[in-house]
C-alpha cells in the first residue's frame, strides 16, 4: 500500500525540477495489447514533444517552433536557440514562462 510522501520524508525537504516538452501537430492515438490494453499516442509530434522535454533544462517548459507559432502574444516565451535534437537535427526552441502581463484600459483607470 501506498503511503504519503511527506510521512516518507518526516522532517526532510524535497525540491522537484521537472522539465516539461511541448510540440503541436497531428497525431495518432489507439489502444494497444489485449492482456493489458493501454491508450498509447503515436506519431514525429509525440517524439519531438519527447525530445523538447528531454533537452530542456530542469524547471523549465521547452516548446518547439509549431507550438510557438499557434500562441498568442499572452503568452511569454523566450527564444532559447537552436537545440540539437536526436533524430531531429537542430531545431528552434523557447522556453515558456507563463502569460505576459498586459496592463488594459480597463486597469488603468483602477490604478
Known amino acids: 500500500q501506498g503511503r504519503r510522501l511527506s510521512a516518507v520524508l518526516g522532517d526532510k525537504q524535497l525540491e522537484l525540477r521537472i522539465r ?6 497531428r497525431i ?3 489502444v494497444v495489447g489485449l492482456d493489458k490494453p493501454r491508450f498509447k499516442l503515436f506519431g514525429d509530434t509525440v517524439n519531438t514533444a519527447s525530445r ?9 517548459t521547452q516548446i518547439s517552433e509549431s507550438t510557438r507559432s ?3 502574444e499572452e503568452f511569454d516565451a523566450q527564444e532559447r ?12 526552441t523557447y522556453y515558456l514562462h507563463g502569460y505576459n502581463l498586459v496592463e488594459t484600459q480597463d486597469d488603468s483607470r483602477m490604478q
Open 70 to 72: 499557434i500562441l498568442s
Open 20 to 25: 516539461i516538452g511541448l510540440n503541436s501537430g
Open 81 to 92: 536557440g537552436w537545440v540539437e535534437v536526436k533524430g531531429k537535427g537542430a531545431l528552434r
Open 28 to 30: 495518432r492515438a489507439g
Open 52 to 60: 523538447m522535454e528531454s533537452t530542456s533544462e530542469p524547471g523549465c
